[in-house]
Every structure is written in structure tokens, then in C-alpha cells.
């Protein structure tokens, strides 16, 4: 069947040059659109039955929606669990990191005054003895 009428393949790709018909070849081998149906989607497709099929309804049976809305309503406390574990394992580090930084800065303390008492000695023992003897009396 040729969609194009009485034309042919060769008059419709490369128009004679008098010829001032229509300029593009897509309108020239599809022809004119008819008012009320839509191109490209077969025989007996109006704009109203698409309208009709786009605008319907599905229907879910209620077992479905039910099952769907329990497994929703499981993640979300499986969520909510989850979350509260976050939050505990969360604390518990803090707790942790808090107690393990008080300890490092009590032992540089303890570091820091036996560094200064070594520091003291060594200076005292490369002074000389009359210097020693006058400041401590």
C-alpha cells in the first residue's frame, strides 16, 4: 500500500524545481493530519481514547495494598531500630574518646612536671657549687 498517493518515491525526496509544493519531506510522505486522531499509533486512535486510557484508574486488590503498607510499616521500624543503635553506639564512643583524652592529658601532666624536674636537676648539677649554694640559702 503507498501512503504517499498518486506521487512517487523520487518526485517526493527531490521535488522538480518548478514545482512549489510543500517544502518538507516529512509532511510531503506522511501527508496532512486529520483533525481528531493521532499519527503514528495505529488504526482507530482518536485523542479521545488516549485521554480515556491516560486518565483510568488501576485497581490494586486489598491484600496487595495491605501486604505493601506492612512491609513499609516494617522498614520503618527497622529503621527507627537502627537508628537507636546509631545513636547508643554513637554515645558509647563519646564516652570512650572523652575518657581515653582525660587519661592522656592527666599522664602529659605527669610527663610535663618530670620533664621540667629532670630539666631543673641537669641545670642545677652544671652550675657551680657557690652559684647552687646561694640561691637555695
Known amino acids: 500500500m503507498n501512503i504517499t498517493g498518486p506521487k ?3 518526485r517526493i525526496i527531490h521535488p522538480p524545481e ?11 510522505v506522511m501527508g496532512k493530519e486529520y483533525t481528531g486522531h ?3 499509533c495505529g488504526r482507530g486512535v482518536t485523542n479521545k481514547v ?13 491484600e496487595v495494598m495491605d501486604a505493601l503498607r506492612e512491609d513499609i510499616q516494617n522498614e520503618k521500624t527497622e529503621i527507627v531500630y537502627m537508628r ?5 553506639d554513637y554515645e558509647r564512643k563519646k564516652a570512650e574518646l572523652e575518657a581515653n583524652y582525660a587519661k592522656k592529658v ?11 624536674q629532670d630539666v631543673l636537676e641537669k641545670l642545677i648539677s652544671k652550675l657551680p657549687t657557690n652559684v647552687v649554694r646561694e640561691f637555695f640559702t
Open 8 to 10: 512517487s518515491f523520487a
Open 84 to 88: 537507636k543503635e546509631l545513636e547508643a
Open 38 to 40: 493521532r499519527r503514528l
Open 106 to 116: 592527666e599522664e602529659f601532666d605527669k610527663t610535663k612536671d618530670k620533664m621540667v
Open 18 to 28: 518548478d514545482e512549489s509544493g510543500k517544502k518538507d519531506p516529512y509532511l510531503n
Open 50 to 62: 488516549l485521554h480515556k486510557v491516560a486518565s483510568s484508574n488501576y485497581v490494586v486488590p486489598d
